[in-house]
C-alpha cells in the first residue's frame, strides 16, 4: 500500500467528539507499551507521526488518522499500566467501549499482542467485546524480532491456542518490517469488504 498523505484529523477524549464524516476505520488497540506507536509508523512509513515513548501509558484519548484520505487509522489508548489510577481505568474502559459499540465504519480491530506474554485480564476484556459486537479483528504478535525464529512459531500457535479458535496471527516486528506487508494484505482486504458494520 502506498501512503501518500496521514493527517491527524482529530484526538477525541468524549464519543461526541468523533468524526461524523463516513469512512471505513481500521482501529488499533493492545496493551500499554506493546509497540501500538510503533507498529502504525511502521504500516505508515512514518517515523514519528505517532510517538513512541519509553514511558507506557501516556495515550489517553482516540486519535482519528486520515489515511490518503479515504481511509481511517484509530489510534485507541494503550490499556493495563499498573500505575494508572484506576479512575482512569475506568475512563478508559467506557471510552473504548463507546467506540467498539456502534461506530459504524469500524470494518476490523487490528489487535496487537506481545510475542512474549500471555494474555492479560485486560486483553481477555478486549477480546470478550470483540467476539459479544461481533467486530471483525486481526490479531498481530508483535516484538518477533525479540525471540528466535523456532520460539516465534511455538508463541504464536500458544496464543492462537489461548484465543480458543481458528485465529491466524500475523508475527510482525517494528524493527524488521517483518509482517507489514502482510498485515496491510488482510487490512486493504477488510476496507474493501466491509463499508462498516451495518447495524
Ligand atoms: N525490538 C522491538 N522493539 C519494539 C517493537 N515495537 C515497539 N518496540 C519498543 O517498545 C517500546 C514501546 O513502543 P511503543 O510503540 O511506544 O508502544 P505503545 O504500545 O504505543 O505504548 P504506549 O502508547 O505508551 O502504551 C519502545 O521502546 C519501542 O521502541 C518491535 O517490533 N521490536
Ligand atoms: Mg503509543
Not at 94 to 111: C, G, H, P
Not at 133 to 139: D, T
Not at 187 to 196: D, N, T, V
Request: net charge positive.
Amino acid at each position: 500500500m502506498k501512503v501518500n498523505s496521514v493527517e491527524l484529523e482529530k484526538r477525541c477524549r468524549d464519543p461526541k467528539e468523533f468524526p461524523r464524516f463516513r469512512l471505513p476505520e481500521i482501529a488499533f488497540a493492545g496493551r500499554s507499551n506493546v509497540g501500538k506507536s510503533s507498529l502504525i509508523n511502521t504500516l505508515l512509513t512514518r517515523k514519528r507521526l505517532v510517538a513512541v515513548s519509553s514511558t507506557p501509558g501516556k495515550t489517553r484519548a482516540i486519535d482519528f488518522f486520515r489515511v490518503n484520505d479515504t481511509f481511517r487509522f484509530v489510534d485507541l489508548p494503550g490499556y493495563g499500566y499498573a500505575k494508572v489510577p484506576k479512575t482512569v481505568q475506568d475512563a478508559w474502559k467506557k471510552l473504548i467501549d463507546a467506540y467498539l459499540v456502534d461506530r459504524e465504519t469500524l470494518v476490523s480491530v487490528v489487535w496487537i499482542l506481545d510475542i512474549r506474554r500471555e494474555l492479560s485480564e485486560l486483553d481477555r476484556m478486549l477480546y470478550d467485546w470483540l467476539c459479544s459486537y461481533s467486530i471483525p479483528y486481526i490479531a498481530v504478535c508483535t516484538k518477533a524480532d525479540k525471540v528466535s525464529l523456532g520460539e516465534r512459531a511455538k508463541r504464536k500457535e500458544a496464543l492462537r491456542k489461548a484465543l480458543d479458535q481458528d485465529a491466524d496471527l500475523v508475527l510482525f516486528s517494528a524493527k524488521t518490517g517483518l509482517g507489514k506487508d502482510v498485515l496491510w494484505k488482510r487490512m486493504r482486504a477488510a476496507i474493501s469488504h466491509g463499508e462498516g458494520r451495518k447495524s
